[in-house]
């Protein structure tokens, strides 16, 4: 039985190179898979239902996010007590925090599913969508949310398994049902011609299915964070501390969504074919930043388990060492897709015009990028200590109040152009950069804990 036991990965010893990349690479891996269910979506859609079903697919993505970045904020909340319990070696809490995330997940699920079906045409008419858009969108909406479940609840067993350090097994859920999911795409569209309907029953089936795998994994694994049905509970000191750390991500991450939902309406000024070319760049801009949001996670889950287990110089170090690693992978994907940024975006369309805008996103934004390596790092490792409010104040400052009050005045005052509109994401970036590492550099020298204080 004990032999099990080495799925689980202690991040309190050894090589932090060398530990940051084993776990962050299936990490990475894994998240370039949960990308691919919605950019396979949009990928089959623009080549082979239309130009309007593609614009439809990529003005819902920030609708989706609202619903699923609250529930990863959760997940990460969760990952970091248990994360602290693992560092701990205090085993029978961490049992009692398995229980009591899986039990809250299974009600916040049945919540997000009727709240975002009911909310579908509202936030659509919101957001301003355009009429000869807006059908396809409310069908892909209410479809993808009515199996939406699936998704949430893989993210957060994948979370229960990324705080003790696996991050290859949800890694191999995921290569299997994003194949499963490219397959189903093109079985609906193509032979049953179901149009946008079909890439969103193909995505939801396939989400499904990772669900009941990870769930499954859960049940019948022997190691520490077993989960037993008969011992469903609410604890609620544990929960308290997973919402502590988690709410104030979550709400960072949905208002910040919710920002970029009024950025959308500006991108919706100018029609279909720059909605389309924003959409394609948005599917592109995601994957480069699978890196830095998996060197987040890594940072946080090692930080948690150092925290833990009192080792705060090493904490630091980690840290610090994520931080050079993600710049240095982020600029080798940068210059490759500005490079073939034209390549990229046709994969999505062939309309000339949408290459011509997606083209123009991507080379404007991408190398502005790298000040979201210390963005991301630095509000990982906040957050592994138990400071999750401070990175919210930062990012919604940044991405949300300062990019807001940059395209008002862009648009109204100097030039409303797709490329103005778009040059939004870098100035809330290096905003939040600059005041992210002031804050953090405070904290580190006082040489304090929230987790420990606490």
């Known amino acids: 039985m004990e032999k099990k036991k080495t799925t689980s990965v202690d991040l309190t010893s050894g090589n932090i190179v060398k530990l940051v990349l084993q776990f962050a690479l299936p990490l990475m891996f894994g998240n370039v898979f949960q990308m691919l269910y919605n950019t396979v979506d949009s990928i089959v859609v623009g080549n082979f239902v239309g130009t309007q079903a593609l614009a439809a697919v990529g003005s819902t993505t920030m609708i989706v996010n609202i619903f699923v970045f609250f529930f990863n904020g959760f997940s990460v909340g969760a990952g970091v007590v248990i994360g602290h319990f693992f560092g701990a070696r205090d085993m029978e809490r961490l049992h ?119 769930l499954a994994l859960l049940c019948l694994t022997q190691d520490i964070y077993r989960f037993v049905w008969k011992d469903m509970k609410i604890d609620r000191e544990i929960l308290g501390r ?51 949001n998996s060197m987040a996670l890594a940072a946080t889950t090692f930080v948690s388990q150092n925290i833990g287990a009192g080792r705060l110089k090493r904490a630091e170090e980690g840290t610090r060492t994520t931080i050079l690693l993600n710049v240095l992978i982020t600029s080798v994907i940068a210059t490759l897709i500005w490079i073939f940024a034209a390549n990229a975006v046709s994969l999505f369309t062939q309309d000339a015009d949408v290459i011509g805008y997606g083209v123009l996103f991507l080379r404007t934004n991408v190398y502005f990028l790298l000040f979201n390596c210390v963005n991301h790092v630095l509000a990982g490792s906040l957050r592994g200590r138990g400071d999750s409010r401070a990175p919210m104040v930062i990012m919604l400052t940044g991405f949300v109040a300062v990019r807001q009050i940059y395209l008002f005045v862009m648009t109204r005052f100097i030039m409303n152009t797709p490329a103005a509109v778009g040059f939004g994401y870098p100035v809330g970036w290096m905003v939040t950069c600059v005041l992210e590492v002031l804050y953090y550099v405070t904290r580190v020298r006082r040489k304090e804990s929230p987790v420990q204080a606490a």
């Open 242 to 292: 997973v919402f502590s750390v988690g709410l104030p991500a979550a709400i960072q991450s949905v208002l910040t969504s919710f920002s970029n939902v009024f950025v959308q309406s500006y991108i919706n000024y100018f029609g279909s074919g720059v909605m389309a070319g924003w959409s394609c760049y948005n599917k592109i801009d995601m994957f480069i930043m699978l890196p830095m």
């Open 96 to 214: 009692d925090a398995v229980e009591t995330v899986l039990t809250a997940s299974f009600i916040l699920c049945a919540a997000f599913t009727a709240v975002s079906i009911a909310g579908v045409r509202p936030m659509l008419r919101f957001m301003a969508t355009p009429e000869d858009v807006f059908p396809d969108a409310v069908t892909y909406l209410r479809i993808y949310f009515a199996g939406i479940s699936g998704l949430l609840l893989y993210n957060i067993g994948s979370g229960i398994l990324r705080a003790v350090g696996d991050t290859k097994r949800p890694l191999y859920f995921l290569i299997l049902t994003s194949v499963l999911n490219i397959i189903l795409d093109l079985l609906f569209v193509l032979v049953f011609r179901m149009g946008i309907a079909g890439v969103a029953l193909a995505t939801i089936i396939s989400q499904f299915i990772s669900a009941v795998l990870i």
